[in-house]
T-cell receptor, first 112, second 113 residues
Framework: QKEVEQNSGPLSVPEGAIASLNCTYS??????FFWYRQYSGKSPELIMS????GDKEDGRFTAQLNKASQYVSLLIRDSQPSDSATYLC????????????FGKGTMLLVSP | EPEVTQTPSHQVTQMGQEVILRCVPI?????FYWYRQILGQKVEFLVS????????KSEIFDDQFSVERPDGSNFTLKIRSTKLEDSAMYFC???????????FGPGTRLTVL
């Protein structure tokens, strides 16, 4: 059974700090990895995708993937109060399937 | 910027009634999905749709559920006889390619009484 695990949090950081969000997945053949942000009562909003080992940067966001350790992370630099949300990790195993398996999400709270 | 739209934003229905949730995917996307999220729980995959047929479905997507692309723009999810446990947020998503990024609509909150 495919599992995506995230610490539910909340992760509390002060404004301007780096927030580090982590995710592990169980299916070794997983190929595509996505981070979504979800504000309370709203839909998931895509932040980053990452497909190969290493780092991928987009503005204040950096996704890191380590397939050997089955681990993907999201770093948010210069965190802002508007970043306060739940961050969802989603994994696609590839092959014949294009469905996403989501983790329960980590709640991030950025205090001014 | 193109986006996925969904209607209605909130649907209240009586148990046993049929509901149809509507979605307009991003116009040049070819892959369409329905997910649901029960309050306080994770987002769960229901069904994927490509080339006018279901490509994959989860255990949740039983005979009470169906999907259709009735025209060139709409993508619908029908629940034939709603149950209390069908109460959830239903999200439509679309993608330009298999394994590509999926973009979610704003969701329909379904409340079954």
């Amino acid at each position: 059974q495919k599992e995506v695990e995230q610490n539910s949090g909340p992760l509390s950081v002060p404004e301007g700090a780096i927030a580090s969000l982590n995710c592990t997945y169980s299916d070794r053949v997983s190929q595509s990895f996505f981070w979504y942000r979800q504000y309370s009562g709203k839909s998931p909003e895509l932040i980053m995708s990452i497909y190969s080992n290493g780092d991928k940067e987009d503005g204040r966001f950096t996704a890191q993937l380590n397939k050997a350790s089955q681990y993907v992370s999201l770093l948010i630099r210069d965190s802002q109060p508007s970043d306060s949300a739940t961050y969802l990790c989603a994994v696609n195993i590839g092959g014949g399937s294009d469905t996403l398996t989501f983790g329960k999400g980590t709640m991030l709270l950025v205090s001014p | 910027e193109p986006e996925v739209t969904q209607t209605p934003s909130h649907q209240v229905t009586q148990m046993g009634q049929e509901v149809i949730l509507r979605c307009v995917p991003i116009s040049n996307h070819l892959y369409f999905y329905w997910y649901r999220q029960i309050l306080g729980q994770k987002v769960e995959f229901l069904v994927s749709f490509y080339n006018n047929e279901i490509s994959e479905k989860s255990e949740i997507f039983d005979d009470q559920f169906s999907v259709e692309r009735p025209d060139g723009s709409n993508f619908t999810l029908k629940i034939r006889s709603t149950k209390l446990e069908d109460s959830a947020m239903y999200f439509c998503a679309s993608s330009s390619g298999s394994h590509n990024e999926q973009f979610f609509g704003p969701g329909t909150r379904l409340t079954v009484l």
